[in-house]
């Protein structure tokens, strides 16, 4: 196999909660010195992406702010991009808002004045944050979430993330989000090859889950390799839709494939 760059996930391939998986610096590593383009691409919408590269070198890994892409990043530009002139009303975290205003976005607090409304993980997320929701929704305001996460991996068990909140929001209102960024949306591919001035065609991914990782990958014509150190688990892989093309115990294994 010789793919011309290599994308990989980070929590639950790279990490999981606050610690690095064994053997995945040094796969990391390996793949640069064959020479191998490497995007890192995270659902994580929090974390601006400068915060994320200084949480993954303390860990040891090595890497530029350039070659990661998160939810938080792919959700600004298409807004920027798209709703530049747009009011946004966040259901979601500081880090995410940090984002957003650095992208020259316009963000309020009055639910009322929302042109679309952004619903993203949030850990103080409560009844009045879904009421709230359910009244700037009522009037047709656009709806979008930042990744569909339902859980995040961490060290002992998983918890919420960002679908768990999309999904309240669904629930309450019987509206689906007009869009949801992150993988694996397309907005998630068009940012991989933007970093890493590739097709995605011509790339592997790596990640440990089966509808955002892989399923991106599928789509998009990547060789496609699931992990097992993440959220899928036997019964999962056994009952999938969605067949990765190469299934490891984690990313040490990684070089058996190159």
């Known amino acids: 196999m010789s793919p011309e760059g290599v994308v990989l996930d980070v929590d639950g391939t790279l990490i999981r909660g606050r610690e690095p998986i064994e053997g995945a610096i040094e796969a990391v590593e390996s793949l640069r010195e064959r020479g191998l383009p490497v995007a890192f691409v995270s659902n994580n919408p929090i974390r601006t992406r400068e915060a994320y590269a200084e949480r993954l070198a303390r860990h040891g890994f090595s890497l530029d702010a350039e070659e990661l892409i998160t939810a938080g990043t792919i959700t600004a530009e298409y807004l920027a991009r798209e709703h530049a002139a747009e009011e946004l009303y966040i259901v979601g975290e500081e880090g995410l808002e940090i984002q957003l205003r650095e992208a020259g976005l316009s963000l309020t607090d009055e639910y009322d004045r929302a042109d679309t409304l952004i619903a993203s993980i949030d850990r103080e997320f409560s009844y009045d944050d879904l009421k709230h929701a359910l009244w700037a929704l009522a009037d047709g305001t656009r709806f979008l979430g930042t990744d569909p996460d339902r859980t995040i991996p961490t060290e002992d068990r998983e918890v919420p993330g960002s679908g768990a909140i999309i999904n309240a929001i669904t629930g309450v ?3 689906e989000p007009d869009a949801i960024m992150g993988k694996p949306a397309p907005s998630a591919v068009e940012a991989l090859e933007r970093t890493l001035g590739l097709d995605a065609a011509d790339c592997l991914i790596v990640g440990d889950r089966l509808d955002t990782d892989i399923a991106m990958g599928e ?3 990547m060789t496609t390799v699931l992990v097992r150190t993440g959220v899928t688990d036997e019964r999962a ?3 999938a839709t969605i067949d990765p093309d190469h ?8 070089g058996s494939l190159l």
């Open 173 to 175: 209102t019987g509206r």
């Open 219 to 221: 789509c998009a014509g």
């Open 237 to 239: 892989l056994a009952s």
């Open 247 to 254: 299934v490891l115990e984690s990313i040490s294994d990684l």
